[in-house]
């Protein structure tokens, strides 16, 4: 079994939370599969399960496989065979596109864990991608086994940002790290967050990304060190010279076939790897997927996103996909918080929240209404909720 969660009893982390001995412990563990009863295999520490098994299983039980296994596991699960190729291959055509336009605009993206140049990159990939194919978004965020870990990690109601990343031939590695919010904190101000905010941060956000194209290790997928999100100290630590001389001899990369996710704990050092092929631009959609209760990354007009889609979650549903499947989507588009909003306007008649804009276009999708329609119910909520 998993070794406990690292627990520092003070408020404030001080220099006794970061001695790289204590991370080893924590991080020199075996993963062991007879903990894991619905994993295929472990490969380098790293648990991996197939989409169409987990289709197959008690969700409730297997969700709460997945939640041990990115808390006091290994931090890290990849699902194979996760999309279909002919989902991957439109969003890829529409990425390929976005990324062409960005070039042909001056607008060329860099990465902020990268080196500039090395790569491509669309920030708000999400809302870019509905918006310029709302099909493809649609089959996209239907994608049940996506659902299914953010569901367990993340609870019913998750926003869904992503930025697509592109390392070509040749793109160096990326500096390891931990990821948002705490990630993203000037380490001179990470010391003045109590300890309590360092164990929690990571259960805010749940990363992942999807191979679009196959990537072998040469290419560079993402570096990996299976366990290290135990390590209470690791959001000051991990920029400590010792502490990335120890990623840069123990990381591990599992190989990923095109439509294969892997999902990780924000708090798992990690790092997109070196891209040492001649010929694969290696191509992920890197999801950040936040709880509603938090703030996401990015600020997306998610109002616009719901009127691009609603057409296709319309058309879908004529053709008889199924109401998860089209929850999957909504949930992914539209905004599942209520607050913060006017209550002079927006009262919570008969609930504790008034109705969200997810709720919204649950509503509209299960009336059938129109697009015109809806686009008045949005409006009205808007208003609602303005001061």
Not at 179 to 199: C, Q, S
């Amino acid at each position: 079994m998993a070794a406990p969660l690292n627990t520092a009893a003070a408020p404030w982390l001080g220099e006794s939370d970061f001695r790289l001995d204590d991370f080893r412990a924590q991080v020199e563990t075996d993963t062991d599969r007879s903990d894991y009863p619905h994993a295929d295999d472990v490969c380098g520490n790293v648990l991996v399960y197939s989409a169409p098994a987990m289709a197959r299983a008690d969700r409730r039980v297997l969700q709460a496989e997945l939640i041990r296994a990115l808390s006091d596991g290994p931090g890290v699960v990849v699902v194979s065979e996760a999309f279909e190729p002919e989902v991957i291959d439109r969003a890829t055509a529409a990425f390929v596109a976005l990324i062409e336009a960005q070039r042909t605009a001056g607008r060329a993206a860099g990465d902020h864990f990268g080196q500039p140049g090395a790569n491509d990159r669309i920030w708000n990939a999400a809302q870019k991608l509905a918006r310029h194919d709302p099909e493809a978004f649609a089959a996209y965020y239907a994608n049940d086994s996506l659902a299914m870990v953010c569901q367990a990690w993340l609870g019913p109601r998750y926003q869904v940002t992503s930025q697509v990343n592109v390392v070509n031939p040749g793109g160096n590695a990326q500096v390891p790290h931990r990821d948002y919010h705490l990630g993203f904190v000037p380490d001179d101000h990470l010391a003045d967050y109590p300890t309590h905010i360092h164990r929690t941060s990571a259960v805010l956000t749940l990363q992942g990304a999807v191979a679009h194209c196959d990537m072998p290790v040469e290419s560079g997928p993402t570096m990996l060190l299976p366990h290290s999100q135990r390590f209470t100290g690791g959001y000051i630590a991990f920029n400590r010279p010792e502490f990335l001389d120890y990623f840069a001899a123990h990381h591990v990369q599992v190989p990923l076939r095109r439509g294969d996710a892997v999902f990780f704990n924000p708090a798992l050092y990690h790092g997109a790897g070196q891209n040492r092929s001649r010929d694969i631009r290696r191509i992920a959609n890197l999801l950040q997927i936040s709880s509603p209760f938090g703030r996401a990354m990015e600020s997306t007009d998610r109002a616009a996103m719901v009127r691009a889609v609603y057409p296709s979650l319309l058309a879908m549903s004529a053709a008889g996909r199924s109401p998860r499947d089209l929850e999957n989507v909504v949930v992914a588009t539209a905004e599942g918080y209520a607050f913060p909003t006017n209550l002079d306007s927006d009262q919570p008649i008969g609930a504790l929240a008034p109705p969200s804009q997810v709720d919204i276009v649950l509503d509209a999708l299960a009336r059938r209404l129109s697009p015109h329609d809806l686009d008045r119910a949005l409006s009205a909520h808007d208003e609602r909720r303005t001061p």
